[in-house]
Each structure stands twice: as C-alpha cells, then as structure tokens.
C-alpha cells in the first residue's frame, strides 16, 4: 500500500510567487496534518484536517497561508505571495480515527515531505 | 504553551555502545511518542506510550514515560550504523490532537 504522497519533492521559486504544495493521504485515513520543520523552529504543525474539514489552523503563520481538502485524497497548502522566511521543509502526514473520535496516535504516517526554497 | 525539551542535542558514538536520551517538558502530558528521522524523509514513529510508568520495546529500542507524565526517556542498546538521524519524542497538546515535537536529538555512529 502506498504511503502518504507529497508533490513536487523540491520547489525553488522567487520571493512573491505563488506555491501550492500537495499531499495524497493514504487511503482510508480521515484525519491529515500539515507540518512545518525549520531548523529554528523545528517541527511544527500548521493545520490539521478531519474528515475534509479543517478542525485546527491556529498554527498557520499568517494569511498569506492557506489549505484545503476538496477530497478524502488531496489535499493542498498555499503560500501566496511567498518570502524567503517560508524557506522550510513542508509534511504532510494522515492518520485514522479512534473509536473515541480522534487520530490514533500510532498511526500518524508522514510524506517524505517537499523542500521549499524561496529565493 | 507547551513546550517539549530533548537532550542531549547531539551524540557521537561508537558502534556497539547504548544510547541514552531525553525528553521533558514544564507540562503534563498523557501520550508520549519517539519518532526516528532520517535525511530527506519524514519522521517516523517508533514507540508509543499511553500510562504513566510505561516501559515499551521495540527490537533494540526501549521507552519509559515518566511516573511524572512530564518526561520520557528512550534507550537504544548496541547501536548500529543505521540508527543514525533524529530522534524526536512528541506528544498532543493538553486537550486537543494537535501534537508538538521535542527539538530533536541527532545521532551518530561512528563504525
């Protein structure tokens, strides 16, 4: 089974230009999260998304960042207009729900990520 | 907010020694996870612990979450060439399942 997919794997653009990173979460999985890792910052998460619904964006650093989920399988994180602070490494990860109702901890799978670098 | 804090920062070791590291935080949490990372992938969980007092295994690595559920602690005996990257503990914020992440402990083995 494949794993959480994220495109395109490096993405160099200059400072003012759009960038939509995308994620494929695995199937079957209602629950995704998008992350930031700076090497200041380290890993942080952004938004969370569940059952295509975004539950939590207090972690979006500000309006220039924007996602969404049209479907159980994709999922897109924008930055318009982008600066070279938004310089990071962007994951992706999905997990599935609980009984209770929420993610299973052991179950949170990451993408392999997309390298931002904004020039 | 809550913060999670991981030491050592690095370690260099030889092949065969144990590692030892740390993870703890100024608040209470009820789920610890340790994530290894590897370069140019994503983190990837290798234990997780539910109680506090909690001692879990997987293969060579051992976790324990702290009696006081504001520490964990991960060992890693007889450490191989592969083990290196980062170690991560993380866990979900007090009432929520928005997970934070440690700064990372980065490992390496010198063979």
């Known amino acids: 089974d494949a794993g959480v997919i994220q495109s395109p794997r490096h993405e160099v653009t200059e400072m003012g230009q759009e960038v939509t990173l995308r994620c494929k979460p695995i199937?079957?999985?209602?629950?995704l999260f998008w992350y930031r890792q700076t090497m200041m910052r380290g890993l942080e998460l952004l938004i969370y998304?569940?059952?295509?619904?975004?539950?939590?964006d207090s972690g979006m650093p500000e309006d220039r960042f924007s996602a969404k989920m049209p479907n159980a399988s994709f999922s897109t994180l924008k930055i318009q207009p982008s600066e070279p602070r938004d310089s990071a490494v962007y994951f992706c990860?999905?997990?599935?729900?609980?009984?209770?109702?929420?993610?299973?901890?052991?179950?949170?799978?990451f993408g392999p990520g997309t390298r931002l670098t904004v020039l | 907010g809550q913060q999670l804090n991981q030491s050592p920062q690095s370690m260099f070791i030889q092949e065969g020694e144990d590692v030892s590291m740390n993870c703890t935080s100024s608040s209470i949490f009820n789920t610890w996870l340790w994530y290894k990372q590897e370069p140019g992938e994503g983190p990837v969980l290798l234990i997780a612990l539910y109680k506090a007092g909690e001692l879990t295994s997987n293969g060579r690595l051992t976790a324990q979450f702290g009696i006081t559920r504001k520490d964990s602690f991960l060992n890693i005996s007889a450490s191989i060439p592969s083990d290196v990257g980062i170690y991560f503990c993380?866990?979900?914020?007090?009432?929520?399942?928005?997970?934070?992440f440690g700064t990372g402990t980065r490992l390496k083995v010198l063979a």
């Open positions: 990860a999905s997990s599935f729900s609980t009984l209770a109702g929420g993610p299973r901890t052991d179950t949170q799978y």
């Open positions: 199937s079957g999985h209602d629950y």
């Open positions: 998304f569940n059952n295509n619904v975004p539950i939590d």
């Open positions: 993380a866990g979900p914020t007090s009432g929520t399942y928005k997970y934070i």
